[in-house]
């Protein structure tokens, strides 16, 4: 595998307006996702931007950027778009895609999405974790994994996502977490795909890759980093990027 890393950012979030820019501790949040990429060390780094402040803050921090469409519906499309820009030639054959309102992201944790695809079957890698509370497993916002882990095994087919508390009955249920590794011709094939009705009615694009067949398998791991969304969201990631 030849890994590139690319984290999509835009400016319009609704519930938190600006969040790339967000200031903890100094730093715009966008660029402690981008040093917490880095640091992963699989491969470089690159933010895609849907506006030109986005950039000029990674470029400020030393970072490379590169402008997309404002207008592109989804991340996945942003990440693809800006594939093509950086790489048309096709030297990566693997995409990680990183949120980038993960600042509390471990290094270790992008290193492990890369784990499923060491099966050539699977198409997309990405992250579980276990689900702590009744009350988060019954949070419409946090999206829950159907996959069952074999004794002592790290990483386990992915039969569907919800926000529902699925699945029912007694045992672990998994937050996913938004991050993922793709093969590149799966990415391509992904964004080719129209939108699906599984995927319109739960509003997870992940559905989209499942209802056309694709192979999405989850590396567990035990914690995870939150996405900020929120202004308690935000301030909870500088209480804990707070400088020691």
Same mark, same amino acid.
């Given at each position: 595998?030849?890994?590139?890393?690319?984290?999509?950012?835009?400016?319009?979030?609704?519930?938190?307006?600006?969040?790339?820019?967000?200031?903890?501790?100094?730093?715009?949040?966008?660029?402690?996702?981008?040093?917490?990429?880095?640091?992963?060390?699989?491969?470089?780094?690159?933010?895609?931007?849907?506006?030109?402040?986005?950039? +000029?803050?990674?470029?400020?921090?030393?970072?490379?950027?590169?402008?997309?469409?404002?207008?592109?519906?989804?991340?996945?499309?942003?990440? !693809?778009? /800006?594939?093509?820009?950086?790489?048309?030639?096709?030297?990566?054959?693997?995409?990680?895609?990183?949120?980038?309102?993960?600042?509390?992201?471990?290094?270790?944790?992008?290193? /492990?999405?890369?784990?499923?695809?060491?099966?050539?079957?699977?198409?997309?890698?990405?992250?579980?974790?276990?689900?702590?509370? +009744?009350? +988060?497993?019954?949070?419409?916002?946090?999206?829950?994994?159907?996959?069952?882990?074999?004794?002592?095994?790290?990483?386990?087919?992915?039969?569907?996502?919800?926000?529902?508390?699925?699945?029912?009955?007694?045992?672990?249920?998994?937050? !996913?977490?938004?991050?993922?590794?793709?093969?590149?011709?799966?990415?391509?094939?992904?964004?080719?795909?129209? +939108?699906?009705?599984?995927?319109?009615?739960?509003?997870?694009?992940?559905?989209?890759?499942?209802?056309?067949?694709?192979?999405?398998?989850?590396?567990?791991?035990?914690?995870?980093?939150?996405?900020?969304d929120t202004p308690a969201d935000l301030d909870r990631a500088r209480r804990l990027l707070a400088p020691r």
């Amino acid at each position: 595998m030849k890994p590139i890393v690319i984290i999509p950012a835009r400016m319009a979030a609704t519930r938190l307006p600006g969040k790339p820019l967000a200031d903890i501790h100094g730093k715009p949040m966008i660029v402690h996702v981008w040093e917490k990429a880095r640091a992963a060390g699989i491969g470089p780094v690159v933010v895609a931007c849907g506006e030109a402040e986005i950039a +000029e803050a990674i470029r400020n921090a030393g970072g490379e950027a590169v402008l997309t469409d404002p207008t592109l519906p989804s991340g996945s499309d942003r990440v !693809h778009a /800006a594939l093509g820009l950086l790489d048309p030639a096709g030297e990566y054959d693997v995409v990680v895609n990183v949120q980038g309102d993960f600042p509390t992201i471990m290094p270790e944790t992008l290193q /492990a999405v890369l784990e499923p695809l060491a099966d050539p079957a699977v198409d997309i890698g990405t992250l579980v974790v276990p689900i702590a509370s +009744e009350e +988060e497993a019954r949070t419409p916002s946090v999206v829950k994994a159907a996959c069952a882990f074999a004794d002592g095994s790290t990483i386990a087919r992915a039969l569907y996502f919800s926000r529902l508390p699925i699945p029912w009955g007694e045992g672990e249920r998994w937050h !996913h977490l938004g991050i993922y590794a793709y093969r590149r011709a799966a990415l391509s094939r992904f964004v080719a795909l129209p +939108e699906s009705p599984l995927e319109r009615r739960e509003k997870l694009e992940q559905l989209r890759a499942l209802e056309a067949g694709m192979h999405i398998a989850c590396r567990r791991l035990p914690q995870g980093p939150f996405g900020v969304d929120t202004p308690a969201d935000l301030d909870r990631a500088r209480r804990l990027l707070a400088p020691r």
